[in-house]
């Protein structure tokens, strides 16, 4: 008789185990309610929908559109503080990083001046805010988790708590 792998045998047994497990059948109305789903979202408008399904001429006028809005706002930039962003032909023979570093230092200088308008109290405030807000999350996850996703157990032996 040659040696038996313990994996070997756990493998074996739980294979048996999950064998003898009986199958699941769908809810009676699931495949109605996935048909009624899916038609309903074939009859959202092209604009409910990804960018991907919009017509070709609405997604080069978004693009057009999202261009132009950089474009202004890198224009409103340079006007509020002339010198700082530099011209394009400069940015473009710059070093890769040196954009990024650029790009820090501004946000430190908009940092710096906003900084003396701000009272310690208004600090708190938005720390208790965000504070509220990732709990306000968490309790909303939790909940989607338990409502939506955790099944209680109901196998052939009966439910389990």
């Known amino acids: ?14 294979a048996r185990v999950l064998r003898e497990q009986p199958g ?8 109605e309610r996935v048909r009624r789903e899916i038609e ?35 224009w409103l930039f340079a006007r509020a503080r002339p010198g700082s962003l530099g011209s394009p032909e400069v940015l473009l023979s710059a070093p ?17 001046a906003l900084a003396p308008l701000a009272h310690a109290a208004w600090l708190y405030e938005g720390l208790a805010f965000a504070l509220s807000l990732y709990a306000v999350l968490f309790a909303l996850l939790a909940t989607a988790y338990v409502t939506l996703w ?6 052939a032996r009966g439910a389990r708590p």
Do not use: I, K
């Open 150 to 155: 955790r099944r209680p157990y109901a196998g």
């Open 96 to 112: 890769p990083l040196a954009g990024w570093s650029r790009a820090l230092g501004e946000l430190e200088y908009a940092l710096r």
């Open 1 to 14: 008789m040659e040696p038996v792998d313990l994996n070997d045998r756990l493998e074996h047994l739980v």
């Open 24 to 31: 699941t059948a769908a809810p009676a109305g699931l495949a």
């Open 40 to 74: 309903r979202r074939e009859r959202r408008s092209w604009w409910q929908r990804s960018l991907a399904h919009w017509p070709l001429a609405a997604q080069l006028g978004f693009l057009v559109a999202s261009v132009s809005c950089a474009a202004l706002l890198w």
